[in-house]
Nanobody, 114 residues
């Protein structure tokens, strides 16, 4: 499985960005995809995940501001990020998990200026 993330960039506090991640390869229909992020000097943390059936889970720090969605036909997940804060700055990684295996994409950098 290969994951290609895109959509990161520089944005002012209060602004919005949308990240995308396209999965390719042997995709199992029952899977969980999501986003994790890592700020400099910090551990990687959960941002949001979504199952192939549409069930989602959010990290506490992004609830109410971020929305995860997916298009199974396009093998793509999206992360709409609103009301961005400087503490949202970091590398955002796309993930895919199924059948006990987990895969990571390359990070896409998000920088929120104050």
């Amino acid at each position: 499985v290969q994951l290609q993330a895109s959509g990161g960039g520089l944005v002012q506090a209060g602004g919005s960005l949308t990240l995308s991640c396209v999965a390719s390869g042997d995709i199992f229909r029952g899977n969980v995809m999501g986003w994790y992020r890592q700020a400099p000097g910090k551990q990687r943390e959960l941002v949001a995940t979504i199952t192939s059936g549409g069930n989602f889970n959010y990290g506490d720090s992004v609830k109410g501001r971020f929305t995860i969605s997916r298009d199974n036909a396009k093998r793509t997940i999206y992360l709409r990020m609103n009301s961005l804060k400087p503490e949202d700055t970091g590398d955002y990684y796309c993930s895919y998990a199924a059948l006990g295996y987990a895969y990571w994409g390359q990070g896409t950098q998000v920088t929120v200026s104050s």
